[in-house]
């Protein structure tokens, strides 16, 4: 049987046949066929005989709990020690805790000074002076142990890191006349050269006359290292964003190597333009830019970049293709567009690490914050769009298609894809523009004003229909009347988003499944660890002036709602940033005085 069932195979195409086979053999040919999620499901729209077989199975379920929780399973090693009971078990424990907030670990680190700082999955890394730090941060449901080591000597004003590529990217600015920077490409065990990179250290000199007030921006994917290098000091000049004449002045160039050769792939004057403000890999030949169009019409567009070989130049106006916002109304300025994704397309566990499961890659949401000033930097307003990862891709022309070699640009206006997304504006129960933590399909928002309350917001399409069925049924059960049409947005989601209902850990035995439970997110029980839960499907309640109210009317993409109880010993009045893994939450405390800093971790 073949791997993938996008195209009608002998076995799909013979459903007669299917039917009439033993059902010990039917469920055999499942289990041992590469399946993915997807092909699961719609195995089990054949017929009744195979959606049986699929629900007889526990391998087959297996698979589609991961795919319903965008999961990856573990290494083939991982797979042959344990058994595909423990692995359910261990996925279904693992949701639990994140839905009620009940961490397993928690740590707390104290510093003089603010660290240099990022968190790759669930690997810490912070530089105080010239000492990085790097944490594994536990997880008791994948398998993985708490670990620690410290890098010494290691002199840089930026850094990134790559845990699956055991790389660390070192950036440094060179005493020199001119802005020219230099990129080390460093092994994460040793601190040493990576013996992947044929030139160790890679260097980019910039035509500007500044000497200060320059900040990094970096991703790894695959064999692509791209460095974002940007100077605010302009941005500060001018107390009147109204009146300012050297917009087109904007330092801001996007530089992409391949860093296994070490050849530039695009480089200055490549990409090269006004307020290249953020960026983030679709995948091995796409770049997503976030950017601001030159005075005086200043406006925030999405552009996706075509990485090229050689050292070429790129205009940001021949992009492959445009995503256009929302208009901004006079005398509103737009000041920035921040694009933020986790994980990395490529991202996967270490070769050291063999971990029960894994986030997928491509499961996860694409959030977009896009700021706005009437006067000055510091009187500005902004808003978040987040939209599916999946949904944002289905816009843009596949790779290695006819499409993809047309040279036509596509431009997509807003209509036709602020559809599927959601807007958030700041309000005392989103702050998500200033404290925003993102992975996978999830992130945390803080609130603005004094609360013991914060949300996790879950964008997972998948258990929201899984949620809406197991409602409908217990309707059902009940002989009470289900709505007749779904709840705004829900019908946007693609049939084979709909999984079948968790099991419960009680009701697994040898390989059956001998029985169903709501998932965790259907209990009506709660206590004071537990989280309140609820699918948010309506229109936003507020929206920026500054955008007129008809273009945020159908900007409600569902998402399940957790609000959580802020611990006791999270003063929250001092929490100045998060950060979230695949199972770490991170808060982030100075002091009253201002002089130290707390950082308080939870490992789920």
Known sequence: MSSGLAHPTPFMGQRRAATNLPVELLEHILDQSELTFRDVLRC????????????????????VELGAYGMVDGTPEMRARTSTVYRMKQLQACQESWNRFQWTSQRT??????????????LLAMLEGEDLKLLRMPSKFRNLEEDEKVLHELALDDLYIDKALRLLVSIKRDP??????????????????????AIPTLVQSLTSKRTEGWSFAMSVTGPYLAVLFQNFTADYDAEDWSTRTDWNEQEDTLVVWNWHTGERMMASPTIKCCCIRSFIFL???????????????????????????????????????????PPILIPVLAADVNIH???????????????????????????????????????????TIVVLFHDLMSHVKPRNSPEWLCPLKNHTPWPKWGGKTRLFY????????????VYGTRFISIPLERSRTMEIIDFNPHIIRRRLSTQAEAEADRGTEV???????????????????????????????????????????????????????????????????????????????????????????FCIDVMMGQDTIVFMFDNEAGDEYTWTILSF
């Open 426 to 437: 700041p309000t005392s129960a989103h702050g998500c523009s200033d404290l925003l933590s």
């Open 341 to 383: 994704c986790e994980p990395t397309p490529t991202w996967c566990p270490g070769e050291d690490e063999e971990t029960l499961f894994s986030v997928a890659p491509e499961h996860r949401i694409v959030v977009i914050t896009l700021r706005a000033t009437q006067d000055n930097i510091f009187n500005s307003d902004s808003y």
């Open 283 to 325: 995948d091995f030949g796409r770049i997503l830019v976030g950017h601001i169009t030159p005075a005086p019409s200043r406006e925030p567009l999405l552009r996706v970049i075509k990485v090229k070989d050689g050292d070429v130049e790129v205009s940001l106006q021949d992009a492959d293709h445009t995503f256009h916002f």
């Open 109 to 122: 680190l104290t510093f003089p000074s603010w660290p240099i700082s990022l968190l790759d999955g669930d």
């Open 176 to 197: 020199t006349d001119e802005p020219a920077f230099s990129a080390a490409l460093l092994h994460l065990d040793t601190g040493k050269a990576h013996p992947a990179a």
């Open 483 to 573: 709505g007749s049409s779904p709840a705004p947005g829900i019908d946007m989601l693609a049939p084979w988003y709909y999984a079948m209902a968790l099991p419960s850990r009680e009701s697994l035995g040898d390989g059956m499944l001998l029985g169903n439970k709501p998932d965790a997110t259907s209990d009506p029980k709660h206590n004071e660890r537990e989280s309140r839960s609820l699918i948010v499907a309506r229109e936003p309640l507020q929206v920026p002036i500054w955008i007129p109210t008809e273009a945020a009317q159908r900007c409600h993409l569902p998402y399940t709602s957790y609000e959580i109880p802020i611990p006791m010993d999270l003063n929250m009045d």
């Open 44 to 63: 089990k729209l054949v017929n009744r005989r195979l959606q049986d077989v699929i629900s007889r199975s526990l391998p087959l379920r297996y698979k």
